[in-house]
């Protein structure tokens, strides 16, 4: 699995949303690596991190695979950050190797299962097909409907970068649609009190992807976890309004007990 290492303190774990890599975290890095080691990677199959023939994508399997990057860098216990599908994985993570979690962050996500409040027919479809995969007009036509509308009338140049990064990390077909068919079957809400970690909650107060009321059930759900809106946003707060949401965290991580 590719990882890179920033910074230096506590350490602090980067997961990716779905079918992205370490390269998503561009708007975060420089400022987290001033109070954290931050700790990015791409998941199995996806640009720099190769699948074995007889490997398979699931949301145990990339948690399994960060638990592993942990050991072999010595590191006892980390924050960890999931967004969307690595909210997904954080989840697993945090319920089944609670020594591992230092402070848990949960960015436009969702516990998943029969009450998981879905998005619109269009968006789903946007992401469900895998014409032309890794083509600049797929990758667009999919991104652009994650950020606020806002956002993509006003700052076309961080959208057009986003999904520039995204188009120079191929992701095959088959990883995604196992990241897919792991996301739509993802379910702990049954699970999701046990968590013991303190959480923080954040999602973006117009997001259309994950609707913003998943994050207010995760929070309720949640024992000893904060639920925080960046106002005007989108799927995509942490690249539409990555100061704010780099402060959120930063102050959350940072903030004595």
Known sequence: MHYDIHGSGDALVLIPGFASGAWSWSWQIDEFAKKFRVITFDPRGISRSPIGQDESVSIPSIADDIVRLLEKLDIEKAHILGISFGGFVALDLALRFPE??????????????????????????????????????????????AF?????????????????????????????????????????????????????????????VVPTQNSRNLAAAIPNSTLRFISGSGHMAFVEQASEFNRIVTDFLDSKV
Do not use: W
Not at 100 to 123: E, K, M, Q, W, Y
Not at 152 to 159: D, R, S
Not at 168 to 190: T, W
């Open 100 to 145: 591992r979690v230092n402070r848990l962050v949960l960015a436009s996500t969702s516990f998943g299962g029969p009450h998981h409040v879905a998005p619109s027919i269009d968006v789903l479809a946007a992401f469900a097909s895998t014409d032309g995969l890794n083509t600049a007009d797929r990758i667009r036509k999919y991104l652009t409907v």
């Open 148 to 208: 606020s509308p806002d956002f993509v009338e006003t700052n076309g140049e961080a959208v057009d970068r986003f999904c520039d990064l995204r188009e120079k990390n191929f992701v095959p077909r088959e990883v995604y649609m196992q990241q897919l068919q792991a996301a739509l079957s993802f379910d702990v809400e049954d699970r999701v009190s046990k968590i013991t970690a303190e959480t923080l909650v954040i999602t973006g107060d117009n997001d259309v």
